[in-house]
C-alpha cells in the first residue's frame, strides 16, 4: 500500500536541464491536466520523519557526493497516477550504488522494483492522449545533470509536494 503522507528524497536537476524539463512537463499537461510538481527523479523514501538528525546526516553524506549525468531514453506511460506519463531513466552504476548509500544511511522499503524516471504529468489519464504526444511532442534531452537532493513532505491527499531541504552535489 502507498503511503499518502511522508517524507522522500528527490533528485533535482541543473538550471539549464530544469529549464528544458519544464518545457515538455508544460507541453504535456496542455494535453494531460495534473497536478503542478517540480521535475525530479525519485531517489528514496517515504520516511516517516525528517527530524534534525534526518537532515544534519543528509547534509553530511551529500557534501561528498558528486553530480550525476542521467542518461533518459524515451517516454512512457503507464496506468499508474504518478506514473502516469514520464521519461525513462537508465538505472546506472552510478544511480544504484547512490540509491544504495541512502539505504544504508536511512533504510527505506526497497520492496518494489526501481524504475528511475522523471514525471511529466500526475493522474489517470487515457491511453490514447499519452500516445499522442508522444507522437509529437520532441524528444527529450538525452542527458541531463542531477545536482542536487532535496527532502520533500509528500500529501498526496492534498496534492503538495513541499521542498523542506535542498542539498548541493559537488
Avoid at 26 to 40: D, G, M, R, T
Avoid at 68 to 89: C, G, P
Avoid at 135 to 162: C, R
Amino acid at each position: 500500500m502507498r503511503l499518502g503522507r511522508g517524507f522522500w528524497l528527490w533528485g533535482q536537476f541543473s538550471p539549464n536541464c530544469s529549464n528544458s524539463l519544464i518545457k515538455l512537463q508544460n507541453e504535456v499537461q496542455k494535453e494531460l491536466k495534473s497536478p503542478k510538481f517540480n521535475v525530479h527523479i525519485t531517489l528514496a523514501g517515504p520516511y516517516k520523519t525528517s527530524d534534525q538528525l534526518f537532515k544534519n546526516s543528509l547534509y553530511n553524506f551529500f557534501k561528498s557526493v558528486a553530480s550525476l549525468k542521467l542518461n533518459l531514453t524515451n517516454y512512457d506511460y503507464r496506468d499508474q497516477v504518478y506514473r502516469s506519463f514520464y521519461i525513462s531513466v537508465f538505472e546506472s552504476i552510478e544511480l544504484k550504488k547512490l540509491r544504495s548509500d541512502i539505504n544504508s544511511l536511512f533504510p527505506f522499503n526497497q520492496d518494489e522494483i526501481y524504475s528511475p524516471h522523471i514525471s511529466l504529468a500526475y493522474g489517470n489519464h487515457c491511453k490514447n492522449s499519452k500516445e499522442k504526444i508522444i507522437s509529437t511532442i520532441k524528444d527529450p534531452p538525452k542527458i541531463i545533470v542531477m545536482n542536487k537532493v532535496s527532502i520533500i513532505d509528500v500529501n498526496e491527499n492534498e496534492s503538495k509536494w513541499d521542498v523542506i531541504e535542498s542539498f548541493n552535489l559537488k
